[in-house]
Nanobody, 133 residues
Framework: EVQLGESGGGKVQAGGSLKLACATSGFTFGEYMIGWFRQAPGREREGVAAIVNDDGTTSYSDSVKGRFTISSDNARKVVYLQINSLKPEDTAVYSC??????????????????????????WGQGTQVTVWT
């Protein structure tokens, strides 16, 4: 059974940092793509970062580029999201999601976008990040 579990959220003053973690199990980590999404009250879910575990390729939304860093620990099967220079508008529930990427030795499933939520098959419960001034 595929499982994803986020941790590391909390309440942080603007300008501070947080490191979120997405622990995974139940699938071949290196064959999957992991995305981080966030959703603030009254707003649509937004993809912010994604990583292809196979080769480490990363993607970031324009709204977080330069402040967020996604990384993965293949041995521990954990994906991290380092968030720096936090802003009040970063307040949201942050969730990680997983989707298959490498389907075979020469076959990959390239998404239409790394931030298309419906292309992700498995989701965690989310962790709350609150930024105060």
């Amino acid at each position: 059974e595929v499982q994803l579990g986020e941790s590391g959220g909390g309440k942080v003053q603007a300008g501070g940092s947080l490191k979120l973690a997405c622990a995974t199990s139940g699938f071949t980590f290196g064959e999957y793509m992991i995305g981080w999404f966030r959703q603030a009250p009254g707003r649509e879910r937004e993809g912010v970062a994604a990583i292809v575990n196979d080769d480490g390729t990363t993607s970031y939304s324009d709204s977080v580029k330069g402040r967020f860093t996604i990384s993965s620990d293949n041995a521990r099967k954990v994906v991290y999201l380092q968030i720096n220079s936090l802003k009040p508008e970063d307040t949201a529930v942050y969730s990680c999601a997983a989707r298959p990427y490498r389907l075979g030795p020469r076959t990959v499933a390239i998404p239409s976008s790394p931030f298309t939520a419906w292309e992700y098959d498995h989701w965690g419960q989310g962790t709350q990040v609150t930024v105060w001034t």
